[in-house]
């Protein structure tokens, strides 16, 4: 499968707790975006990566949450001290940028979060 | 302040029909719509894309049709089927395509 990867695809966690999401990205692709869907709703950014820097964050993401992406693969979404507001799908998405062009962004599966 | 404005909410056609979402925008550094189908419990998964020097791209039995003038542009369904049955979400981004600004979702049902 070469499509983005996300794992979990389900997590139920107690509010209060630490979680931490991966998604691995398209191989080529040298950008990486995470995003946050509730109910009802569209996908709403939260930040991206180009290559292993973080080049913008969205006011969505509080200092709760934290993103890496070591060594420009794989990425990680951290949110600490999880609260019931946090319950939402997770979206991960890559896409390649050449110069000034870039190409299609492609969503993995998401991350299904219930802060219960 | 939603970047991308999409109408209907929801939608409901008969198999054979030709449903039609809008969405229009402001912004008018953005330079690439995409359309996303998402079905439930799933991530979206890119349909069909524009970029403003044409004004209808047709891939299969769906079409956008651009209105550069107006701000607008929109998403047709030849001969919608019942697996059609989706939320569909219009998509914008401008030329650094840091980030993709989207619409709040049609839910398509198509009667059998």
């Known amino acids: 499968d070469t499509g983005v990867s996300q794992n979990p695809r389900h997590k139920i966690t107690k509010r209060g707790q630490n979680v931490t999401f991966r998604c691995d990205p398209i191989?080529?692709?040298?950008?990486l975006y995470w995003y946050r869907q509730t109910l009802g709703q569209g996908p709403e950014f939260l930040t991206y990566?180009?290559?292993?820097?973080?080049?913008?964050k969205s006011r969505l993401l509080s200092d709760r949450f934290s993103a890496e992406r070591p060594k420009g693969s794989f990425s990680t979404l951290e949110i600490q001290r999880t609260e019931q507001g946090d319950s939402a799908m997770y979206l991960c998405?890559?896409?390649?940028?050449?110069?000034?062009?870039?190409?299609?962004?492609?969503f993995g599966q998401g991350t299904r979060l219930t802060v219960v | 302040q939603q970047q991308v404005k999409q109408s209907p909410q929801s939608l409901i056609v008969q198999k054979g029909g030709i449903p039609i979402i809008n969405c229009a925008y402001e912004?008018?550094?953005?330079?690439?719509f995409p359309w996303y189908q998402q079905f439930p419990g799933k991530g979206p998964a890119l349909l069909i894309a524009?970029?403003?020097?044409?004004s209808e791209k047709k891939e299969g039995r769906f079409t956008i049709s651009f209105n550069k003038s107006a701000k607008q542009f929109s998403l047709h369904i030849m001969d919608s089927q019942p697996g059609d049955s989706a939320t569909y979400f219009c998509?914008?981004?401008?030329?650094?395509?840091?980030?993709?600004?989207f619409g709040t979702g049609t839910s398509l049902t198509v009667i059998p």
């Open positions: 524009i970029r403003p020097d044409v």
């Open positions: 998509a914008a981004s401008n030329p650094t395509g840091n980030q993709f600004y």
């Open positions: 998405a890559s896409s390649m940028r050449q110069g000034v062009k870039h190409t299609e962004a492609f």
């Open positions: 990566f180009q290559n292993e820097a973080q080049l913008e």
């Open positions: 191989s080529e692709h040298n950008r």
């Open positions: 912004n008018t550094a953005f330079d690439y």
